[in-house]
């Protein structure tokens, strides 16, 4: 199963706050932080801008949750979710 995590990185003295978000299988994507957004909604943009990047883009919802450092999101396509 991929999964998505997201993460908050600070200013530096050449960039501005940025969120990078990172496949389970190493693929990543970092964008300048979205200060009209807050929290959750501004990793769900991050991690929407890498999902979007794909050339075969996951459909379905998101399932997070929080971290210490970020978020984490599964992918749910309703067909190949197992619930117990």
């Known amino acids: 199963m991929q ?3 997201t ?3 600070g200013q ?3 960039r501005g706050e940025r969120i990078k978000a990172t496949t389970s299988s190493g693929i990543s994507k970092t ?3 979205p200060y009209e957004l807050s929290g959750a ?3 769900i943009k991050a991690a929407r801008a890498l999902n979007e990047s794909f050339e075969y883009p996951w459909t379905g919802e998101y399932v997070y949750t929080g971290t210490d ?3 984490i999101f599964m992918y749910n ?3 190949h979710f197992i619930y117990l």
């Open 77 to 79: 396509d309703h067909q």
């Open 41 to 43: 909604q501004a990793h």
């Open 3 to 5: 999964t998505i995590t």
């Open 31 to 33: 964008i300048s932080y």
């Open 7 to 9: 993460k908050f990185l």
């Open 69 to 71: 450092t970020g978020y």
């Open 12 to 14: 530096t003295t050449h």
